[in-house]
């Protein structure tokens, strides 16, 4: 089994900046993408930025050029540095890590975080 716990999240003036983490534990072989998503009240859980094992990354149109996802995989972390941030980026953010269970694996799965609640507000 994996946990993935995040943390940082929390209520910011719109124009700030937040920066949130995701620690990956537990027992496997090795972590391919990690990212993050979010689900605003009302709507569809959508993605908000991956990255791949060799740090390839990838980002929604909505939150370019703003937000930044950077990964240390000796400490099975991901982190999501947010700045300019508006509104419309209110939402739970939840991480999630696509995990190889043994080096005999050739199945991947995908694992979870609870999330963490991510408020943008005057």
């Known amino acids: 089994q994996v946990q993935l716990v995040e943390s940082g999240g929390g209520l910011v003036q719109p124009g700030g900046s937040l920066r949130l983490s995701c620690a990956a534990s537990g027992i496997f072989f090795s972590i391919n993408h990690m990212g993050w998503y979010r689900e605003a009240p009302g709507k569809q859980r959508e993605l908000v930025t991956t990255?791949?094992?060799?740090?390839?990354?990838n980002y929604a149109d909505s939150v370019k050029g703003r937000v930044t996802i950077s990964r240390d995989n000796a400490k099975n972390t991901v982190h999501l540095q947010m700045n300019s941030l508006k509104p419309e980026d209110t939402a739970v953010y939840y991480c999630?890590?696509?995990?190889?269970?043994?080096?005999?694996?050739?199945?991947?799965?995908?694992?979870w975080g609870r999330g963490t609640q991510v408020t943008v507000s005057s």
């Open positions: 990255i791949t094992n060799t740090d390839v990354t």
């Open positions: 999630y890590a696509l995990v190889t269970p043994s080096a005999a694996s050739s199945t991947t799965f995908q694992y």
